[in-house]
């Protein structure tokens, strides 16, 4: 028998999504819609003028070189975040779940770089890696026998710094989701999978995964909008 959860108040659910839906439409959707409009036109420095250009905008766009290597390197910053710093996410999110003494301490020390201020991170990560005065340009001089790393004039490299700099400050954010996810396994089919013989990694993928699935869904839609939003602003 179905269970109404809001009785005597048919349309309750629907006022209360109603602002949520509103501010995603207003903010969201109706901007993105009137760029994918205003694309197909041409206008004047202060818009006086505009004129229908059809996909030449879009020709343009896709046939400039500066274009399709800034294209290149978006998509491998998303995909180091979205891969690497999901996995690492996952891997701390699973160790945090265990029952272990301080847990709660450790807990709060893995999540506290979500709180860290974007500018603040910057300034951190940027000290670290600075060519004359960085503690990991020193280290790395001193292992290889006086090599000096200089991210501000290689391309490459600094992409990866950024990459690295981007999925640790989104760390904490992504174990959240995770341990949430995995807490609420139930502990009964971990259990029974342990009595029947299976392996701590066969209960993982079998058990673990297929229950906090959505929580990885919702973390990789959350990281490909956030990665969209930087690309596109």
Not at 71 to 93: C, E, N
């Amino acid at each position: 028998m179905h269970e109404d959860r809001f009785p005597g108040h048919k349309f309750l659910p629907y006022i209360l999504i109603a602002p949520s839906i509103a501010v995603i439409f207003i903010f969201l959707i109706g901007p993105f819609g009137q760029s994918i409009y205003e694309s197909f036109f041409v206008s004047t420095p202060f818009g006086t003028r505009t004129i229908y250009v059809g996909l030449r905008n879009y020709i343009r766009l896709f046939s400039s070189p500066d274009y399709l290597n800034s294209a290149v390197a978006t998509f491998k910053f998303a995909a180091f975040v979205i891969i690497i710093g999901l996995s690492i996410s996952l891997a701390i999110a699973q160790l945090l779940n265990q029952k272990i003494r301080g847990v709660g301490f450790y807990q709060v020390a893995l999540i506290w770089t979500y709180a860290i201020s974007p500018t603040i991170a910057g300034v951190i990560w940027a000290s670290m890696f600075a060519p004359a005065t960085g503690l990991i340009p020193y280290i790395v001089s001193k292992l290889s026998g006086g090599y000096m790393m200089n991210w501000m004039t290689n391309g490459q490299l600094a992409l990866f710094i950024v990459a690295a700099a981007a999925t640790w400050k989104m760390l904490g954010y992504n174990i959240i989701f995770f341990l949430a996810g995995l807490q609420n396994v139930p502990n009964e089919f971990l259990e029974a999978a342990q009595i029947d013989g299976a392996s701590p990694w066969k209960a993982f993928w079998r058990i673990t995964v297929i229950f906090f699935v959505i929580s990885v869904v919702a973390i990789i839609q959350l990281r490909i909008v956030t990665r969209k939003a930087i690309y596109f602003r």
